[in-house]
Nanobody, 122 residues
C-alpha cells in the first residue's frame, strides 16, 4: 500500500504565506506526476498545481505567480509554497501522486492524501 501524508496547513492572514508538504511512503517503485488539489465547502475538487518526475509544472490560472510547486524525488515528497494568500484560497488541500508499484508495472495508480486545511482570513 501507499500512503500520502500532508502537513503545513493552518490559519494565515491575507497576504501571508504557507508551505505544504506531502510525503509518499510504502510500496513505491516510481512516481510520475505529483500534485495538489483543493476543495472549498460546497465546491468540487480543483487542480492547484502538478509536477512531473522531470519537473514539468502546471498551475491553475488562479494561483500562477503566487504558488510554486516543487518535489524531492529522492524523498518522494512534493511541496507547495503559497505566497500572497487570499481568502478565496481557503480550502482543504489534497496531495495526489501517480505511483508505479513495481518495475514491471505498465500503469500508474492514483493515490490521495487525507487533506490539510488552509484558512486565509481577510
Amino acid at each position: 500500500q501507499v500512503q500520502l501524508v500532508e502537513s503545513g496547513g493552518g490559519l494565515v492572514q491575507a497576504g501571508g504565506s504557507l508551505r505544504l508538504s506531502c510525503a509518499a511512503s510504502g510500496s513505491i517503485f516510481s512516481i510520475n506526476r505529483m500534485g495538489w488539489y483543493r476543495q472549498a465547502p460546497g465546491k468540487q475538487r480543483d487542480l492547484v498545481a502538478t509536477i512531473t518526475s522531470g519537473s514539468t509544472t502546471n498551475y491553475a490560472d488562479s494561483v500562477k505567480g503566487r504558488f510554486t510547486i516543487s518535489r524531492d524525488n529522492a524523498k518522494n515528497t512534493v511541496y507547495l509554497q503559497m505566497n500572497g494568500l487570499k481568502p478565496e484560497d481557503t480550502a482543504v488541500y489534497y496531495c495526489n501522486a501517480a505511483v508505479a508499484l513495481t518495475s514491471y508495472s505498465n500503469y500508474y495508480i492514483d493515490y490521495w492524501g487525507q487533506g490539510t486545511q488552509v484558512t486565509v482570513s481577510s
